[in-house]
């Protein structure tokens, strides 16, 4: 179709009438400045084509102009079957006319006439009051209706279908390309449905269970289960616990009440008392032969000690008697000695003095040696008296100390005289070597004797004779400290006592201590042997502790008894009232009850599974669907789109709305878009609907108002170039307020100019 | 005159059914408890003045007392019958125990307490050789003193004992193991068992009774007591009588069609047991075509209702996905013959995966193909 004229009277911005006329079959541009006109004539073309001559309210107001009247649309357009006019009266005096220009006859009135419209057309008429709008609703883009996709078949509000809405034109005319889109709307239907379910099943993040659905149900249900077999079990393990308790006590106090046992016990008991007797009577006896053995023992250490008593006095006499006789002996010697002593005249005082006097001879003869001259004679054997000192003869070698002076005469020879150099001091010396030697020989004649030799001689007797009676009196006085006499007195008491006397004494002293002796040796094997069966402290405690332990465990197994049977009685007691309710037994109820819920859980599961791959399977199939259904927008979009952006291509989404550009290998989101490229690419989606529709001998105009309001001038050239190329295919109609943006388009021009209709 | 008794064993009474739903969990405890009165009309029937129960009486020996006393109380009622009771691996006969609790509670004079491993005389002619358990794994065989327990000369010595017989297979419920050949070693004219839960004959003297009510899918022929008939010293008679309430029906399948789940059908109405008694565990392998696995879906339901209890797992199905099937999904939503529809397409995928063994979501994808087909319909349904 392609439109030819357009008028319009009382029709909302134009009270008065007007047309346009003359539209090319390529590209018509309608420009001016706001308020112009334009959107009104877009609406009164929508107004021609699509609503009902018999619309009213909203509708008919919105057409109507402030000054009123009664709007009036006429339009001559041309199909493959003719040339029409359609010519619609609303409000007062309402009417459709459709007219055959070829032969100026009306060929439909009314209702009619809009049904023959719609045919003519590819409109659906089917809505009350105004026709869908149909595959006119893809290529007639009011202002900023370019960027909304076309209109869907459901009605997101009402959700009602709407089955020749713009879509499904869209589908329609799509025809063979879009076939395999048979049954999307099921499948679309079906992954609802699926979903739903889904829904029902599981949170909209699909993680979790739907509080309140069914799966959510049957967890907690399997969760309830799983706990009660717990509270169950724990019963039951405590009832089984429970039970073989009462079975272990019940055992044990069958045990500790067995008559077997109190018999071994009390015959243990018994047992241990007769040993305990028997033990303290050995013990008793062992004693009464271990006190025995004493005396026996006292008895013969003092038979013992009689008999050595009298052995040591017949031994002290004895001795006695030899020591009086040695201090006899040593008295009789000490006698003689000891006068001898007392007759010499060397006593040590003498010798004493003698020594002193010696001494003091030779100490002046030194002195006298000292001060006089030594001269040595030694006459020759024909000398014979013939030398002569101080006129003694010298006979033979004569040594002569010279104190004063020596007249040495030689006979025949001559006198030598020596004269000592000190006279007077070797005098003095002289005399007290007189002196002394006068001392000494009066100290001799003392002593008895004339010459030292002799005196010294007399002193060593003597003094050999002191040392004999010292030691003979040394060994009187040991052998008898307090003399003979006192021994012999002692003796002599010993004697009269008679003691060791008698040798009969002695030999019965002996018999006795042997006897008593022997009495003892029996007394203590008879102790060793009542040792030896008695038994020992440490056996005897053991005993008496065995004993008392014995009687200890038969009173702790009685009490234990008794304890043990009051246990018991509340253990089944206790288990009597579990019993009763029977709640320990709940076990298998619960198992059976986890076995169900768990059965309901996993076919859910199995449920969600399915649901959740089928919901994928559909959305993968839909996917791949829109994909072949927007394969002929693609194709017929491309020669457009690449003047603008080349390298480049679109992915749709549901409804024909654009998902995304694909540009040089980079996927840019739509709605991420600026908004010129938006306006410039849904501008492009139109165009490539009236060329498909073109395409498909159905040939519609495309008509845009006011578009690309956002483009830059380069983009705008390149749209321009687009609506160009468009135009070869079909009719294009711009209104545009921007004469000057589009002042480089080429394309027919078109003028308002008043109409008087007819 | 033949020596004539009852057999039986396993009653378990009180045994819960929590995993099953809790109305027939009510129903099969309910059906436990009236074993008592079944049983004892049996008896009635077959002239018998003794039954003897092998073990098992009670599921439990921590039931609620009140259990206990219902169960008394029958048995007091059956004032004609000698019931004798052997403590069982449930229910053993511990120090402070269960059985002390009847003890307390107190025994009708129609009711014995095997309680110890002595001989009970039931008739000048026969004494019973009770083998009681006293623990849940007493880990001897309690059989063993019947070897050596006597008996005066020409009376009938019946072995009353719970456990498994060695070699018999590990199907026994409890360890407790009894040697083979008891029977014969201790001179018994009879040895009576519990604790399998199927009838079965370990030799001509040693019986099984099994549980006269079954209580689990197990395909061991439970459900009978034992009517058994002693005349001297020729072999016992021993006659399975039917005791059950409910049938519990363990069935596995490997299916090509539907037609297969139908026989499986006639084959449970064929059954002389009424459908209403009958529980199902109906395991289904193989494989079914996705258009038949929609009608397997509406049909299960209405077998369910003919039954008392289905429990129909169908893990091992494979539901394939033909291309005729896939086609049925396109035109289910309106498109006629369309190649690679939507739905055709995820159908084709899941059915891949499906069939892919090794495929982590392979049970994953079978069901979320069946839930295809399912919706599919639910919208098309709800578009006509």
Redesign the interface.
């Known amino acids: 179709m392609r439109i030819l004229s357009l008028r319009l009277a009382a029709f909302r911005r134009f009270s008065q009438p007007v047309a346009i006329e003359g539209f090319d079959a390529g590209l018509n541009v309608l420009a001016g400045p706001n308020e112009f006109g334009k959107s009104t004539i877009f609406q009164a073309l929508e107004a021609a084509f699509l609503l009902r001559h018999a619309t009213s309210g909203a509708a008919l107001e919105g057409m109507r102009p402030r000054s009123g009247g009664e709007p009036l649309v006429e339009v001559d357009f041309e199909t493959p079957d003719g040339l029409w006019r359609i010519r619609k009266q609303f409000g007062r005096g309402k009417a459709a006319i459709l007219t055959d220009l070829k032969t100026k006859r009306a060929v439909a009135l009314a209702a009619d006439a809009e049904d023959r419209l719609a045919t003519l057309t590819g409109v659906s008429n089917d809505g009350p009051g105004q026709s869908a709008p149909g595959r006119i609703g893809l290529v007639w883009v009011r202002q900023q209706r370019a960027l909304l996709p076309p209109d869907p078949d459901i009605d997101p509000v009402t959700g009602k279908s709407k089955p020749r809405g713009e879509a499904s034109a869209l589908v329609e005319l799509l025809g063979r390309e879009v076939?395999?889109?048979?049954?999307?709307g099921?499948?679309s239907?079906?992954n609802q449905?699926?979903k739903a379910?889904l829904g029902e099943l599981v949170t909209p993040g699909r993680e979790g269970a739907k509080k309140g659905g069914a799966y959510d149900v049957a967890l907690k249900a399997r969760n309830e289960a799983q706990s009660h077999l717990a509270r169950a079990r724990q019963m039951?393990e405590a009832?089984e616990q429970?039970?073989a308790r009462?079975?272990e006590i019940?055992?044990s106090l069958a045990a500790l009440e067995s008559p077997e046992v109190r018999a071994a016990d009390q015959q243990r008991i018994e047992a241990l008392e007769k040993t305990l007797a028997d033990a303290v009577a050995r013990r008793s006896s062992r004693d009464l032969i271990a006190a025995e053995f004493k005396s026996r023992d006292v008895e013969a250490a003092s038979a013992r000690q009689a008999l050595d008593y009298h052995t040591a006095s017949a031994a002290r006499r004895s001795s006695l008697e030899e020591t009086i006789s040695a201090a006899h002996a040593l008295e009789s010697e000490i006698q003689p000695l000891s006068e001898k002593l007392n007759a010499s005249r060397a006593t040590p005082a003498r010798m004493q003095r003698l020594f002193e006097l010696e001494r003091d001879v030779a100490v002046a003869s030194s002195e006298l040696s000292s001060r006089s001259a030594s001269v040595e004679i030694s006459p020759l054997p024909e000398a014979d008296g013939r030398i002569t000192a101080n006129g003694l003869a010298i006979r033979a070698p004569t040594h002569i100390y010279v104190a004063d002076c020596l007249n040495i005469e030689i006979e025949g020879i001559g006198r030598i005289g020596i004269v000592t150099a000190d006279p007077a001091k070797a005098a003095a010396a002289k005399a007290r070597l007189d002196s002394a030697q006068a001392g000494l020989k009066a100290c001799l004649s003392e002593i008895g004797v004339t010459t030292s030799h002799d005196a010294r001689a007399f002193g060593e007797t003597r003094q050999q004779d002191g040392a004999a009676l010292d030691k003979a009196r040394a060994r009187l006085s040991g052998l008898a400290p307090k003399g003979a006499a006192a021994l012999a007195q002692e003796l002599a008491g010993l004697t009269q006592s008679g003691s060791g006397a008698k040798a009969e004494i002695t030999a019965e002293l002996e018999r006795l201590a042997l006897e008593r002796e022997a009495a003892v040796r029996t007394a203590r094997r008879d102790y060793e042997a009542a040792k030896a069966a008695a038994p020992d402290d440490a056996a005897f405690r053991t005993l008496s502790a065995d004993l008392e332990a014995a009687g200890q465990t038969a009173r702790r197994k009685a009490g234990e008894a008794r304890r043990i049977a009051v246990l018991?009685e509340g253990?089944?007691g206790e288990?009597?009232g579990?019993?009763?309710?029977?709640?320990?037994?709940?076990?298998?109820?619960?198992?059976?009850?986890v076995?169900?819920c768990e059965?309901e859980v996993k076919r859910l599961e199995?449920?969600i599974?399915?649901?959740?791959?089928?919901a994928a399977?559909?959305s993968?199939?839909?996917t791949?669907?829109r994909n072949r259904y927007f394969e002929p927008v693609t194709r017929a979009i491309a020669p457009y789109l690449v003047r603008l952006f080349p390298d480049s291509g679109l992915d749709f989404k549901d409804a024909f709305s654009l998902d995304a550009l694909n540009r040089a290998g980079e996927k840019e989101e739509f709605a991420t878009l600026s908004d010129g490229t938006r306006e410039q690419l849904a501008v492009l989606v139109r165009m490539s609907f009236a060329k498909l529709i073109a395409e498909r001998g159905a040939s519609m105009p495309l008509i845009l108002d006011d578009p690309l309001v956002y483009s830059d001038d380069a983009r705008l050239e390149a749209m321009c170039r687009a609506l160009e190329d468009a135009a070869a295919g079909h009719q294009v109609i711009l209104l545009t307020c921007r004469e000057k943006a589009f002042e480089k388009i080429s394309g027919h021009r078109l003028a308002i100019t008043s109409w008087q209709p007819g | 005159m033949p020596l004539r008794f009852i057999h039986t064993a396993d009653w378990q009474l009180?045994?819960?059914?929590?995993?099953?739903p809790s109305a027939l969990?009510g129903e099969l405890a309910a059906a436990r408890l009236g074993i008592l009165a079944r049983v004892a009309a049996i008896a009635r029937a077959e002239g018998a003045a003794h039954v003897l129960v092998a073990g098992d009486v009670f599921?439990?020996?921590?039931?609620?007392?009140?259990?206990i006393r219902r169960a008394l109380e029958q048995l007091r009622q059956e004032a004609a019958i000698t019931w004798v009771l052997l403590p069982g691996n449930h229910d053993p006969a511990?120090?402070?125990?269960?059985w002390?609790?009847i003890a307390?509670i107190g025994v009708p004079d129609n009711v014995a307490l095997l309680t110890e491993a002595k001989p009970f005389v039931i008739s000048p002619e026969a004494i019973i050789l009770p083998a009681p358990l006293t623990s849940k794994n007493p880990g001897r065989d309690p059989t063993e003193w019947m070897d050596h327990a006597a008996s005066p000369p020409g009376v009938l010595r019946i072995g009353l004992a719970h456990g498994s017989v060695h070699g018999f297979g590990s199907e026994g419920e409890s360890s407790v193991p009894l040697a083979r050949g008891r029977a014969g070693r201790a001179g018994l004219a009879y040895l009576a068992l519990g604790d399998w839960h199927g009838t079965k004959s370990i030799d001509a003297k040693t019986w099984y009774s099994g549980t006269p009510e079954p209580d689990r899918f197990k395909d061991n022929d439970a459900g009978n007591v034992l009517a058994v008939s002693i005349d001297g010293s020729a072999p016992p008679d021993v006659r399975p009588i039917a005791s059950a309430h409910f049938k519990w029906l363990q069935i596995a399948s490997v299916i090509r069609s539907i037609a297969d789940v139908q026989a499986i059908e006639r084959q449970i109405a064929a059954l002389p047991d009424a459908s209403s008694r009958v529980l199902l565990n109906l395991s289904l392998s193989g494989a079914l075509r996705l258009s038949e696995y929609a009608q397997l879906e509406t049909w299960k339901p209405i077998f369910e209702g003919r039954l008392r209890h289905l429990e129909l797992d169908e893990s091992g199905l494979a539901v394939t996905a033909s291309s005729g099937d896939l086609e049925s999904l396109?035109s289910?939503?309106?498109?006629d013959g369309?190649q690679?529809?939507?739905?055709?397409?995820?159908a084709r995928?899941?059915a891949a995966?499906a069939q892919d063994p090794f495929h982590p979501?392979r049970?994953?994808?079978?069901?979320?193909l069946?839930?295809?087909f399912s919706?599919?319909a639910?919208?098309r349904d709800a578009g006509a």
């Open positions: 076939e395999a889109a048979a049954g999307a099921t499948a239907r079906i449905r699926v379910a039951v009832s429970r039970m009462i079975a019940a055992a018991l253990l089944k288990q009597s579990v019993d009763e309710d029977g709640r320990a037994g709940e076990v298998p109820q619960a198992l059976g009850e076995e169900l059965r199995a449920e599974a399915a649901l959740r791959l089928l399977a559909l993968d199939a839909e791949n669907l | 009180a045994k819960p059914f929590a995993n099953m969990g599921d439990s020996d921590l039931i609620e007392s009140v259990v511990r120090a402070g125990g269960l002390e609790r307390r396109d289910l939503a309106g498109q369309a690679g529809g939507v739905l055709s397409v995820v995928q899941l995966t979501q049970s994953a994808a079978d069901l979320a069946r839930r295809l919706f599919a639910e919208d």
